[in-house]
């Protein structure tokens, strides 16, 4: 799935290479998929969207939108897969969600692997669409200070009992993270996925801020994580330091072997000797 640092790594890679480009058609998904989310009928995207050009997009947690103007906004939502630019004379791809074609003869198709929104709106509508709406700051906004980050922590510890995995991934509380790169963050900051958010000092909340900040400028510098490709079909530069491949090596700081265990919906690994 794509998160904050490849949406954003995208969204430059659009304005490098997508932005001025003129539709010259526009067409939804040649294959079935039940978890992608439409807005629009095919007809009606093939409509809306002929003759519009691309705008200078952008990307909030994990949604990016692309103008098509005048007038639209394209939206991706919480998807994963890929989103590729196609050279003038490449093959169009055999399946695909979504498919714009350029009157340059380039194109760009989008396909997803689990689910994930591809929405068309008149532009401003976006803005109300659930989980756009009222998001919270996001880890590359001036908003998302140590102040914001803090006061956000004891708001939260009003309400339901949540872990440090829970804070990073669940119900966008830090939009545009989720479990790829939360296992990152809390490893570098030392502290356990199931650690209790109630159970942090001031000294672990400064500790996890900084590592959120520190992981997320990292993962965009380099491009992206190595696990998934950009709009060029490269993959991103960036290496994880927990994931599958961990379990094979020993842990980085201390030299143990790390362990992977199943929680709050997905696999986490965890070196037990660093993090608490
Ligand atoms: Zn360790």
């Not at 990152?184 to 199931?194: T, V």
Request: charged share 25%; net charge negative; proline share 6%.
């Amino acid at each position: 799935m794509f998160e904050l640092p490849e949406f954003i790594t995208l969204t430059r890679q659009i304005n490098d290479t997508l932005t001025g480009k003129i539709i010259l058609r526009g067409a939804l998904g040649n294959k079935p998929h039940k978890f992608v989310w439409y807005n629009q009928t095919p007809a009606e995207f093939e409509r809306l969207t002929m003759e519009k050009t691309v705008g200078w997009a952008w990307a909030k947690g994990k949604w990016l939108f692309i103008p098509l103007e005048p007038g639209y906004v394209l939206v991706f939502g919480e998807c994963g897969g890929k989103i590729l630019y196609h050279l003038p004379g490449d093959k169009t791809p055999d399946t695909y969600h979504l498919y714009l074609s350029f009157e340059d003869g380039s194109a760009m198709s989008a396909t997803t692997q689990m689910w994930g929104a591809m929405e068309l709106y008149e532009r401003g509508w976006e803005q109300e669409r659930q989980y756009i709406q009222g998001m919270r700051p996001t880890p590359t906004e001036p908003e998302f200070t140590f102040d914001y980050f803090d006061t956000l922590i004891d708001t939260l510890l009003a309400g339901e009992k949540r872990s440090l995995k829970s804070l990073l991934t669940q119900d966008q509380l830090i939009p545009g993270l989720g479990n790829a790169i939360a296992q990152d963050i809390l490893f570098r900051a030392r502290l356990h996925p199931r650690h209790p958010l109630a159970d942090m000092d001031g000294a672990q909340r400064r500790e996890l801020y900084d590592s959120i900040l520190r992981t997320v400028a990292e993962v965009i510098e380099k491009g992206g994580r190595y696990d998934e490709v950009d709009l060029y079909n490269q993959p991103g530069g960036y290496v994880r330091l927990m994931d599958k491949q961990a379990l094979d090596r020993p842990c980085p700081v201390c030299g143990g072997a790390i362990v992977k265990m199943q929680y709050l919906g997905g696999s986490c690994y965890v070196c037990p000797n660093c993090q608490h």
